[in-house]
């Protein structure tokens, strides 16, 4: 079955952020969904100042959210970040994905959606630069790299490291996922079986109902007088 990979963005996505891992994540035959909060058209930035192309939602976040969806990308771009964070609709969506630890890429400005969401405490990360004050509030532990991977997690700091961080995307989806396997109850010694009645090794026999056996009398018989 193709997997389907999420891409949540609004107006003010960093162009490019937007575009890159999409067109990877096509050629390499996942299906890609671009989900924003409305119907419509995005726009993109490019530096959060020049205005670039629009890009036409796939999905709306009330139509994603009860879709099969196998993992997310958070692209940056400054006003794309900041709204996207101050939308419960989107945190709701976002949050998803960290309890169920599918894969999640997000780049630049991206993980301040990320830490409202609840995603980021413990976390091996990095970021736009200017964030790492407020990721390691949240519990993070920041890096200044082009790439971080933790567990099902990648991220990167700008658009500059976009080359390594949609090669560490395409690996996350070709990772095998292993099976899910049953539960397993710690071995317990069994206990044992008490037998009854006649079941039982040397167990006495039980008189049969309406009868009671007496019990011999504690002085000898003495013959009648007379017999």
């Known amino acids: 079955m193709t997997k389907v990979i999420a891409i949540l963005a609004t107006h003010g996505v960093e162009e490019v952020e937007l575009l890159k891992p999409w067109k990877k994540l096509k050629k390499a035959g996942y299906e890609t969904w671009l989900v924003a909060p409305e119907k419509g058209r995005i726009q993109s930035m490019r530096g959060d100042i020049k205005p670039r192309k629009k890009y036409k939602a796939n999905l709306t976040l009330e ?61 091996h990360m990095t970021s736009w630069p200017t964030l790492r004050t407020e990721l390691e ?15 099902n997690m990648i991220s990167s700091r700008k658009p500059d490291d976009l080359d390594i961080f949609c090669e560490a995307l395409i690996g996350q989806y070709e990772r095998p996922t292993p099976e899910a396997q049953p539960r397993r109850r710690p071995l317990r010694a069994a206990p044992s079986k008490v037998k009854r009645g ?18 011999p009398s504690a002085r000898p018989a003495t013959a009648r007088q007379g017999a």
């Open 63 to 123: 139509e994603a959210a009860d879709r099969r969806l196998d993992g997310l990308v958070l692209p940056g771009g400054t006003v794309n970040a900041d709204t996207l964070r101050g939308n419960p609709a989107a945190i709701a969506f976002v949050r998803k994905f960290v309890r169920s630890e599918a894969p999640i890429a997000v780049i630049c400005h991206g993980a301040w959606i990320l830490i409202e969401a609840k995603g980021v405490k413990s976390r």
């Open 198 to 215: 006649s079941e039982a090794e040397g167990a006495k026999a039980r008189p049969a109902a309406g009868t009671r056996k007496r019990k």
């Open 137 to 151: 509030y949240a519990g993070a532990h920041w890096r200044d790299e082009a790439l971080v991977e933790d567990r």
